[in-house]
């Protein structure tokens, strides 16, 4: 079998709401959602999820390669991309990549992905998390008693702004999970996407931890400060994760030498051979890790063969256009079938006629800051208060 060609397609998450973070809001709630299928001779192809950047470049490592060597192409890509800069965007692309060669070894195999890793169960832990920043309480309170329906009871939101209006929306979440769990002690997380600094971080917290219980506290100040993260970590009882727009081993390290993260994560553009390896280094290290985003298939397959998986992120309940997944929600859990590979099924003439392009809309997108964000921050800066990590 050999690599012949790849396409790309762009299609979009449809979340009938707004959807965002501290970083901004698209208001439609249409997100876009990158492919990349990689053709074979032998007519299998292969899906990935991730970016489109220097694609050629990066594909040229593996034209005409058989894919089921994916753990050697996936270093020849790195090494394809390594003086120029593999970081950012660069690996994303390599991440969709090797998460379509993972898909086509494993539809080559008559396997789905997550059995041919060695994985046992199909069944993978989940966690809600809406991106419902710019939510009403109606509409916050609305949100994740769905989620309740299908079983889960843990949730992160969306916060950083303002710690009264942190509080109250994780008050309301907290009563609605509590209910449909006949009162069990849900799990509660709060993603700030690196808005605060250290003391901004550890007030805020210290703040919430008051009325209420934190599972983790995500990316409470930027990803590359692995001495502020460790002093977050210092000042909360919390746990602090982070990880999801780190790119190689190599950016990891710092933190985990430093003591600077509890829950390592890793988001699924970073593609599957990127995960595995992030996993074994936090088993290392002791650490559970947790896969990141909005469309997570590849990275549920892979959690099910490493012994360190914690829970996976459930973003929106239905899959992108045009996308069908051979995956369900059942009692708080993603439950994988048994189609070959990753068992995602495109209706490339769906997407095609009806999938909007992103490309005029990209400045909307939640990686940018609004204009009020940086004054509105200010209402929490100040000092540490005396909450200190027990033992």
């Given at each position: 079998m050999r690599i012949t060609g790849y396409r790309t397609m762009m299609t979009v998450q449809e979340w009938g709401r707004p959807v965002g973070d501290v970083n901004g809001v698209f208001a439609d709630g249409a997100v876009p959602v990158p492919l990349v299928l990689v053709d074979t001779d032998e007519g299998i192809t292969g899906v990935g999820l991730g970016p489109h950047v220097e694609i050629e470049t990066v594909f040229a490592a593996i034209e005409g390669e058989d894919p089921r060597g994916v753990t050697a192409l996936y270093d020849r890509m790195l090494r394809r991309t390594f003086k120029a800069g593999h970081a950012g965007a660069v690996f994303g692309t390599i991440g969709a990549l090797d998460t379509a060669l993972w898909d086509i070894k494993a539809r080559a195999a008559g396997e789905p992905l997550w059995r041919l890793l060695g994985g046992r169960d199909r069944q993978v832990p989940a966690y809600a998390s809406g991106l419902d920043i710019g939510l009403t309480d109606d509409e916050l309170v609305a949100v994740h008693q769905e989620y309740a329906r299908h079983g889960l009871r843990a949730a992160k939101l969306k916060g950083g702004l303002d710690i009264e209006r942190d509080r109250h929306r994780l008050t309301l979440v907290r009563d609605v999970l509590t209910e449909a769990g006949r009162g069990a002690r849900p799990g509660l997380m709060l993603d700030v996407n690196e808005?605060?600094?250290?003391?901004?971080?550890?007030?805020?917290?210290?703040?919430?931890?008051?009325?209420?219980?934190?599972?983790?506290?995500?990316?409470?100040?930027?990803?590359?400060?692995?001495?502020?993260?460790?002093?977050?970590?210092?000042?909360?009882?919390?746990?602090?994760?982070?990880?999801?727009?780190?790119?190689?081993?190599?950016?990891?390290?710092?933190?985990?030498?430093?003591?600077?993260?509890?829950?390592?994560?890793?988001?699924?553009?970073?593609?599957?051979?990127?995960?595995?390896?992030?996993?074994?280094?936090?088993?290392?290290?002791?650490?559970?890790?947790?896969?990141?985003?909005?469309?997570?298939?590849?990275?549920?397959?892979?959690?099910?063969?490493?012994?360190?998986?914690?829970?996976?992120?459930?973003?929106?309940?239905?899959?992108?256009?045009?996308?069908?997944?051979?995956?369900?929600?059942?009692?708080?859990?993603?439950?994988?079938?048994?189609?070959?590979?990753?068992?995602?099924?495109?209706?490339?003439?769906?997407?095609?006629?009806?999938?909007?392009?992103?490309?005029?809309?990209?400045?909307?997108?939640?990686?940018?800051?609004?204009?009020?964000?940086?004054?509105?921050?200010?209402?929490?800066?100040?000092n540490s208060c005396p909450v200190r990590r027990p033992g």
């Open positions: 808005a605060w600094t250290r003391k901004q971080a550890v007030r805020h917290v210290c703040e919430l931890e008051r009325a209420l219980d934190l599972t983790w506290i995500e990316e409470p100040v930027r990803r590359w400060d692995a001495e502020g993260l460790a002093a977050v970590g210092r000042g909360i009882r919390a746990s602090v994760a982070t990880g999801e727009n780190l790119t190689g081993l190599e950016q990891f390290r710092p933190l985990l030498a430093a003591g600077a993260v509890d829950i390592v994560q890793t988001a699924v553009v970073w593609g599957v051979s990127h995960f595995l390896r992030v996993a074994a280094l936090a088993h290392a290290h002791d650490l559970p890790v947790s896969p990141i985003g909005a469309t997570p298939v590849p990275l549920l397959h892979a959690a099910t063969s490493v012994p360190n998986h914690l829970a996976s992120e459930l973003q929106d309940l239905h899959p992108p256009r045009g996308l069908s997944l051979d995956l369900h929600i059942e009692d708080g859990a993603f439950i994988l079938g048994d189609s070959p590979g990753l068992g995602i099924t495109i209706d490339e003439r769906t997407i095609d006629t009806s999938a909007r392009h992103p490309a005029t809309r990209a400045a909307e997108g939640p990686h940018i800051r609004p204009e009020h964000a940086g004054r509105r921050l200010l209402a929490v800066t100040g």
